[in-house]
């Protein structure tokens, strides 16, 4: 097995060994004591990293099937999405897909979603929901999640906040009680630095209740089940035992790492990654960039645009042959970008590896 600290995709993120080997005991009964005693431990750990005193549900699905729930169960008729990349669109098309009328309010590739826009849009038009995206994955995008929910609290109390918090949780803060949003949502193969194949999500209080009125919310993904599973430490359906496993021995290690040295640690890798652009460029002469403005860039991810002359495809190809994974980037940005995933449980020393490959593969492309 390769040594850990060489998978730098921004998702899926790379497993600590000792989180995947937890995976190897034995399945359990998914309705037995034992799978409930393990849930009634879990429940509470997932509730303070969500920021919230509601319980978290557990999907065994992508965090696209979440972003599909929070539609159904809480936009009636009418979504408006804030779109600044690739995962924020999918919002919009989930809500169109799901039968609603949606708007969307589109920024420039690299900037963020900002309160003022957004109140000019809730003053034209009523709107169910508002979709948007915490952290966007493919442009290193950090959007201000609680401005965002203050705006809209202020301006149009009865429209909800529906979030994903794919790239942010356990990298950066969320809190959704404190910041007041109605469903925020996350799957495991990012901040948490799990495998694929869980969603979790937290609904308001509101959001549950606006739920139990939705007709066509649909039996898999229904807020109902999800509540009804929680309060008695169940899944509403046969859940991916051995990932549950698995997130438990990884809560257990957040939290003797503690959330807030959890979040330093993603800032730090974040702002070294920064300063490595500002390095390459003064090194190099090149026109690297980082794609999102100072102040609104993703603890997870650090989007780098590239001048004409170099191909984020070709980059990602020669640090594999150096034993790296980065990524190229994401839809239309694919060969004018590269990504470089730093969260989960990667470190500033292991990043400094990557970056120092990264330099020696960019000297031999000028």
Known sequence: MASFGKYFLPGPTEVRPEILETMLRPVIGHRGAEMEALLRRTGPRLSRLFGTERPVYISTSSATGLMEAAIR???RSRVLSLVCGAFSERFYKIARACGREADRLDVELGASNEPGPLLEALGRSQYDAVTVVHSETSTGVLNPVAEIAAAIRAAAPE???LVDCVTSLASAPVQVDGWSLDFALAGSQKGLALPPGLALGAASQRAYERSLEMPGRGLYFSFEAFEEAAASCQTSNTPAVSLLFALERQLERIEAEGLETRWARHRAMAERAWRWVEEASGSTGLDLR?????GRRSPSVTCIGLPENLSG??????????GYTIA???AELKDRSIRIGHMGDHSVGELEDVLEALTGVIEELV
């Open 290 to 294: 980082v794609l999102a403005s100072e």
């Open 328 to 330: 190229s980037g994401y």
């Open 73 to 75: 169960n809480c936009a």
């Open 159 to 161: 429209t909800f906040l």
């Open 313 to 322: 495809v070709e980059i990602t190809r020669r640090m594999a042959a150096r």
